[in-house]
């Protein structure tokens, strides 16, 4: 089985979203995620089989002797569990119709049973013949990535993952019958707003709806499936911006209630643009941002690793050089000198920046009075992990993210 029952193709947002988020979070590791975003295009992949609970295929690799075989396992939900929530989707008239003609419309999250069909963080796992042990690989990752794209045309996909089907639910609709009563209106449901009180009460009943798991596993929150579905009327922002701004501002929230300092914004577009998207969560935006700040997106794409390495000087040492000490970048070439490979070679000194060609390493001073670490990709410098008061430090960091490549 390759899609969810075969149901007819229908576009959808939310429920891109809610995989991405939960795939990318469970993967916490944004260097494979990046790897396996580029493997959609520069790898042979094959068709990936989705059942219940796997989503698998064949990948080969450019020039590559044998195929690597990715698998994603998705835990899935018993039985009794998914009875109630094909009960909540069939009680709802309003979605009776649109789910019969095989469609999974995103506005059916609004109830909080149905939300549970988007797997938590640690109900995935990831393994590949390309690594002894269980864990996230490029390659993985690429399945990951592939699996939303089936959910954009499919949502059903989900059901089969999490050991649903999509045929026992239209069943389920049009066994329903016309004259079943429904649940008679509460005092809430007959006014037209809903009183604080009743609102936290149902904020709570989602929260505790979600696997134990996840409140052990997840560090952020899972956003709740937007319904936006078009850009709203110029000037406003597009609903891409503002699912991105929206994500933004719920893991500040969060961070506040649990007393934890959230990010600060900046005052600078370019500064905020890489804040935002250090956050795995917020990489599909990056072509948008880009377009918008003037930048390429491989320019954009390198900010954001120089804020999720370095912060917002990470970011300000990969955009302009700085001034610098004479002294200080005398000491630091001393300091690196016995770790050069070639040593006689020529290692240049200019603002606040050390560059040995032949090793294809720079590293450049922050205004922080750190030495970042970059490399480089293919005739421009990228940042690399591992920032230090230590030049020394800061350029072994630099071999290694080479070697690491």
């Given at each position: ?8 193709a ?5 429920w ?13 590791d ?10 959609l ?12 609970g ?20 998705v ?6 569990e ?6 909540a ?5 309003e979605h ?28 995935i ?18 399945v990951?990535?592939r ?9 059903g ?6 050991g ?12 329903r ?12 449901q ?7 009180h ?10 505790t ?5 996840a ?29 991105l701004?929206t ?5 500040r929230?969060?961070?506040l ?5 959230p990010?600060p ?23 948008h941002a ?14 954001a690793?120089a804020?999720e ?6 970011v300000e ?9 004479a ?10 000198q ?20 032949a090793?294809?390493?720079q ?6 009075g ?6 480089d990709?293919h ?26 490549r």
């Amino acid at each position: 089985m390759t899609t969810a029952d075969q149901a007819p193709a229908s576009a959808t947002h939310g429920w891109v979203d809610a995989w991405l988020t939960v795939f990318e979070a469970a993967a916490s590791d944004p260097v494979m995620l990046l790897t396996g975003e580029r493997l959609l295009t520069r790898a042979d992949i094959g068709q990936v089989h989705i059942n219940h609970g796997t989503a698998k295929t064949t990948l080969t690799m450019p020039n590559a002797a044998r195929p690597h075989h990715p698998c994603l396992t998705v835990s899935p939900l018993q039985s009794h569990e998914w009875e109630r929530i094909y009960q909540a989707i069939a009680a709802s008239d309003e979605h009776a119709d649109v789910i019969a003609a095989g469609r999974l419309p995103d506005t059916i999250t609004d109830n909080a049973d149905v939300t549970r069909i988007a797997p938590a963080p640690g109900d995935i796992t990831f393994t590949c013949s390309c690594r002894p042990d269980p864990g996230i690989c490029p390659h993985s990752a690429a399945v990951g990535y592939r699996v939303a794209q089936h959910v954009r045309a499919n949502p059903g996909v989900l059901l089969t993952l999490r050991g649903g089907s999509t045929k026992e639910l239209r069943a389920m609709v049009q066994t329903r019958k016309p004259t079943d009563p429904a649940p008679p209106p509460g005092p809430e449901q007959a006014r037209t707003g809903t009183d604080a009180h009743h609102a936290f009460g149902r904020f709570n009943a989602r929260r505790t709806t979600r696997p134990a798991r996840a409140r052990t596993t997840q560090t952020e929150p899972t956003p709740l499936l937007d319904s936006l579905r078009s850009d709203p009327p110029a000037p406003g922002p597009t609903a891409q911006a503002l699912r991105l701004l929206t994500r933004d501002a719920a893991a500040r929230a969060s961070a506040l209630l649990a007393r934890r300092p959230p990010l600060p914004a900046g005052d600078d577009p370019v500064q905020d643009a890489a804040r935002l998207l250090a956050d795995p969560a917020h990489r599909r935006y990056l072509e948008h941002a880009a377009e918008q700040l003037g930048l390429s997106t491989l320019q954009m794409r390198d900010l954001a690793l120089a804020h999720e390495y370095g912060g917002a000087a990470g970011v300000e040492v990969a955009l302009w050089p700085l001034a610098a000490d004479a002294e200080v970048l005398a000491h630091a070439e001393a300091a690196i000198q016995p770790h050069r490979p070639a040593r006689l070679a020529t290692l240049v000194s200019q603002d606040n920046q050390l560059t040995d060609e032949a090793a294809r390493i720079q590293l450049r001073l922050g205004s922080d009075g750190l030495w970042y670490p970059f490399t480089d990709w293919h005739g421009t410098w990228r940042p690399a992990p591992g920032p230090s008061d230590n030049p020394a430090t800061a350029y072994k960091a630099a071999r290694r993210a080479l070697r690491d490549r």
